[in-house]
T-cell receptor, first 109, second 114 residues
Framework: SQQGEEDPQALSIQEGENATMNCSYKTSINNLQWYRQNSGRGLVHLILIRSNEREKHSGRLRVTLDTSKKSSSLLITASRAADTASYFCATDNAGKSTFGDGTTLTVKP | EAGVVQSPRYKIIEKKQPVAFWCNPISGHNTLYWYLQNLGQGPELLIRYENEEAVDDSQLPKDRFSAERLKGVDSTLKIQPAELGDSAVYLC????????????FGQGTRLTVV
């Protein structure tokens, strides 16, 4: 079974709106990563947040981590049509990454 | 700098036939991963190498799957014999070290077993 679970499974928004995706996990982690996957392509790394960090920013991306609740969120601000993709969280423990099943984001122009 | 290169991109084979996938990681990356991804799901780790040593192959179905990473660089993943349920995308990824650093993924090999 997958360690991380993303929520929602699918999200559809208008261009310019913000998109928030959540990830919950079950066991302790060293760090958590978010990846994007365009249809038919490999995964692209977006951001890594360590277990002792609470928030990280990268451009239009903001990631939070709450280890007490075993959850993380990915916020994409001012979304663009090009952000349409699947987004996965991956939890790392002792060098092993475990992926959730992803959130499919559709941004309508 | 070239990314992770996988070949072939697509493969269609009949069940019970053998198949092999090849991966060339990013130069200098010690850690190499093979993942399986079913439609609508996230990647599932099959095997992880640190240099030429397989450090995690607990999810590799060893009765039909095998992998090798000669000289700690390129890697091949083999299935023999293939079953209908093996139809999936096989992703290779590499990273400088395991866990703490980001992994770079290839575009994957889409396997269809008929």
């Amino acid at each position: 079974s997958q360690q991380g679970e993303e929520d929602p499974q699918a999200l559809s928004i208008q261009e310019g709106e913000n998109a928030t995706m959540n990830c919950s996990y079950k066991t302790s982690i060293n760090n958590l990563q978010w990846y994007r996957q365009n249809s038919g392509r490999g995964l692209v790394h977006l951001i890594l947040i360590r277990s002792n960090e609470r928030e990280k920013h990268s451009g239009r991306l903001r990631v939070t981590l709450d280890t007490s609740k075993k959850s993380s969120s990915l916020l994409i601000t001012a979304s663009r049509a090009a952000d349409t993709a699947s987004y996965f969280c991956a939890t790392d423990n002792a060098g092993k990454s475990t992926f959730g099943d992803g959130t499919t984001l559709t941004v309508k122009p | 700098e070239a990314g992770v290169v996988q070949s072939p991109r697509y493969k269609i084979i009949e069940k019970k036939q053998p198949v092999a996938f090849w991966c060339n990681p990013i130069s200098g990356h010690n850690t190499l991963y093979w993942y399986l991804q079913n439609l609508g799901q996230g990647p599932e780790l099959l095997i992880r190498y640190e240099n030429e040593e397989a450090v995690d192959d607990s999810q590799l179905p060893k009765d039909r799957f095998s992998a090798e990473r000669l000289k700690g660089v390129d890697s091949t993943l083999k299935i023999q014999p293939a079953e209908l349920g093996d139809s999936a995308v096989y992703l290779c990824a590499s990273s400088l070290t395991g866990g703490v650093t980001e992994a770079f993924f290839g575009q994957g090999t889409r396997l269809t077993v008929v």
